[in-house]
């Protein structure tokens, strides 16, 4: 599996070192120097440009899909996510069929996010990107993973997603992309091939709250760290693991 950390501005040129692959996020373009960035390693490696689903529940304004279509054509990343809405079956299938592909002025791999509420919900989600996207992503969090009473929301994050990419993996044979993570054991769950890409800030996060881990078995929370425009611009970022 490839892993790729979100990163703020002044660890960027380092990431080159640390990550597998670059990943980009959608509401962070309108930073010059975070566009430019990726716009010249697009050019180079292997790059996912994330719509950013997740942040803009947070961001006033929201998504703007012509905003999507004109910096898909600027930064020409290897993949695109497809707009999706999140633990929205429905909603997202209706987001992947209305995507204006014929604006595109090339043909990057389709990477269609499973979102829903119950798990045969993120099944059929996933039948369906299947049978129309290159690629499958799977969300960190979502209300069918929370099945453990005896666990908190994280670990059931952590554990939901993991048996559901494994029912995911007998509906189809294409690449699978982990959204983020509530907990960083998970990736040590997998079996060598069933993971393509994963995109993850934890280490980052946890660096920005001063923290430093090196036994991931021992983190049972997911911080409460959003990478939003301020904390990427002006945090200084003192740890993160993975790195060297």
Request: charged share 25%; with cysteine; proline share 5%.
């Amino acid at each position: 599996m490839k892993i790729s950390h979100e990163c703020p501005l002044d660890l960027l040129e380092k990431s080159k070192q640390f990550n597998d692959y670059e990943y980009s996020l959608l509401h962070l373009m309108h930073i010059p120097e975070y566009k430019e960035f990726y716009k010249a390693q697009a050019k180079k490696r292997y790059q996912i440009l994330d719509n950013s689903a997740f942040e803009y529940q947070f961001i006033d304004g929201g998504f703007n899909i012509d905003y999507f279509i004109d910096i898909i054509n600027e930064i020409q990343p290897s993949s695109i996510i497809i707009p999706d809405i999140i633990s929205n079956c429905e909603a997202t299938i209706d987001e992947f069929r209305d995507f204006p592909f014929e604006y595109l002025h090339y043909t990057p791999e389709i990477i269609g996010v499973v979102q829903g509420k119950t798990e045969d919900e993120l099944l059929k989600c996933a039948k369906f990107m299947h049978e129309r996207a290159d690629k499958l992503a799977i969300v960190f969090h979502s209300p069918a993973y929370q099945i453990d009473l005896n666990k908190n929301k994280d670990e059931n994050n952590c554990i939901g997603r993991y048996n559901i990419v494994k029912k995911i993996k007998k509906i189809t044979n294409k690449p699978l992309h982990l959204l983020g993570c509530s907990l960083p054991k998970e990736f040590s769950l997998y079996e060598k091939g069933i993971i393509d890409t994963i995109d993850t800030a934890n280490p980052i996060q946890f660096g920005a709250l001063s923290i430093k881990y090196n036994d991931i078995s021992s983190i049972n929370n997911k911080p409460n760290y959003l990478m939003s425009e301020e904390n990427i611009i002006t945090q200084k970022w003192i740890s993160y693991c993975y790195s060297n």
